[in-house]
Nanobody, 118 residues
Framework: QVQLVESGGGLVQAGGSLRLSCVAS????????MGWFRQAPGNKRQFVAS????????YYVDSVKGRFTISRDNAKNTVYLQMNSLKPEDTAVYYC???????????WGQGTQVTVSS
């Protein structure tokens, strides 16, 4: 089992910044990719960004490119999502997920609320 705990959400004005953290524990050696997803009320969970533990390869959804940066600290088993130039449409619950080499996200955190006011 892998446990994921997110933190760093909050209320911020449009144009502001937040940094989310996700600490992984347990059988982290079984994970290959870490991802951030978000879910706004009434919407499906949406992919935001991902990073591989080994090479640090990153991927982003088009809507956050140039504004969000995903990074990892292997020594701390922690993944970060730096969010700059936030927009009201970024408001959602943000979830951290862990995937094996299959690419399927098997583990999820509890989520952290991000609210961007206009």
């Amino acid at each position: 089992q892998v446990q994921l705990v997110e933190s760093g959400g909050g209320l911020v004005q449009a144009g502001g910044s937040l940094r989310l953290s996700c600490v992984a524990s347990g059988r982290t050696a079984s994970t290959y990719t870490m991802g951030w997803f978000r879910q706004a009320p009434g919407n499906k969970r949406q992919f935001v960004a991902s990073i591989t533990w080994s090479a640090g390869s990153t991927y982003y959804v088009d809507s956050v490119k140039g504004r969000f940066t995903i990074s990892r600290d292997n020594a701390k088993n922690t993944v970060y999502l730096q969010m700059n130039s936030l927009k009201p449409e970024d408001t959602a619950v943000y979830y951290c997920g862990a995937a094996s080499t299959t690419g399927k996200y098997d583990y999820w955190g509890q989520g952290t609320q991000v609210t961007v006011s206009s």
